[in-house]
């Protein structure tokens, strides 16, 4: 039984910064691939960033690449996102989430992760 808690959401303005973190209980991380996930109102949710549980590998979608960074700290359990450069169209709750590893990046496929967190409100706005 795996307990992802996001923390970090707020109200920041364009082109600021954020972090969010992920603390993952039940199992240390290099037993899961790790992915950040966005949901807007009325669109479907959507992969954002992955790490990998075997080598530590990073992925990112295009609309986010060169402006957020994954990383993890496994002595504390927890997946960060450093969010920079942020815009408006970044606005969403975002969810960590776990999935097998291998199974998990760089394809950031919803139906692969099986535990998520409650999600965390970020909101980009002047």
């Known amino acids: 039984q795996v307990q992802l808690v996001e923390s970090g959401g707020a109200l920041v303005q364009p082109g600021g910064s954020l972090r969010l973190s992920c603390v993952v209980s039940?199992?240390?991380?290099?037993?899961?691939?790790i992915g950040w996930f966005r949901q807007a109102p009325g669109k479907e949710r959507e992969g954002v960033s992955c790490i990998s549980s075997s080598a530590g590998r990073t992925y990112y979608a295009d609309s986010v690449k060169g402006r957020f960074t994954i990383s993890r700290d496994n002595a504390k359990n927890t997946v960060y996102l450093q969010m920079n450069s942020l815009k408006p169209e970044d606005t969403a709750v975002y969810y960590c989430a776990t999935a097998r590893r291998f199974v998990g990046c760089p394809a950031m496929l919803p139906t692969r992760f099986g535990s998520w967190g409650q999600g965390t409100q970020v909101t980009v706005s002047s």
């Open positions: 039940g199992n240390t991380l290099d037993y899961y691939d």
